[in-house]
């Protein structure tokens, strides 16, 4: 499996049918504290507006409302991969990413037997409080090399200048928040931001073919 290298993640519809189309490949819709009947709405516009323009959805933790509404991509943290039901989302036929911040959670992740693994915060982010510090690009290559031919994806202040160090050290993909929904022209940043990974996002279609 190929994961675009431009990993964009917002909390809202409306921020996919505002960047999707300028020509993202994968987005991951992380929506907190919603009524079901919210976050199912949400799902299914999103997963519309990601079938439109050939654009990847993940939905964040609820498997159940993904399987509900068609959706094919599923992303767990540590907690949601302990009560999840991960028969029904493989019988479901969901692809599975899983977040890490150490050893022992990797070795948790493995065990379910992730599409692709996540790794952060790789620099200081303001998105959330976490007990983890910085991993550094250093820890990007060493995962990399725990994971073998499973895709990584680098997660946590990364910028469009600091993507291509993190693919450079064996991440498949670059995951983004702040630097873009913060930015004061998001659609500008977003463009920078497919620009910066337009030589990996090359590469991966030329190894694909």
Not at 7 to 32: F, M, N
Not at 153 to 179: F, M, N
Request: glycine share 6%; charged share 25%; with cysteine.
């Amino acid at each position: 499996m190929r994961l675009d290298p431009f990993y964009l993640i917002v909390d809202s519809a409306d921020w996919i049918e505002r960047l999707v189309p300028l020509g993202v490949q994968l987005v991951q819709l992380r929506i907190k504290d919603k009524a079901e009947t919210v976050l199912r709405a949400e799902i299914r516009r999103a997963n519309a507006i990601c079938a439109a323009h050939g654009c990847q959805l993940v939905v964040n933790d609820y498997w159940h409302l993904a399987i509900d509404e068609g959706c094919d991509f599923i992303h767990l943290g540590q907690e949601d991969l302990v009560e999840a039901d991960l028969a029904a989302i493989r019988r479901a036929k969901l692809k599975l990413g899983v977040s890490t911040h150490d050893i022992a959670e990797l070795d948790t992740a493995l065990a379910a037997k992730p599409d692709y693994v996540a790794l952060g915060p790789v620099w200081p982010t303001i998105l959330k409080k976490m007990k983890w510090q910085p991993q550094g690009v250093e820890r990007v290559a060493d995962w990399k090399r725990r994971i073998g031919d499973l895709p990584l994806v680098a997660i946590g202040g990364i910028t469009a200048e600091r993507a291509p160090l993190v693919l450079e050290q064996g991440a498949q993909s670059a995951a983004v928040v702040t630097d873009i929904v913060l930015n004061e022209n998001p659609e500008a940043r977003t463009r920078e931001w497919l620009a910066v990974t337009a030589a990996r996002r090359q590469e991966l279609q030329t190894q694909v073919g």
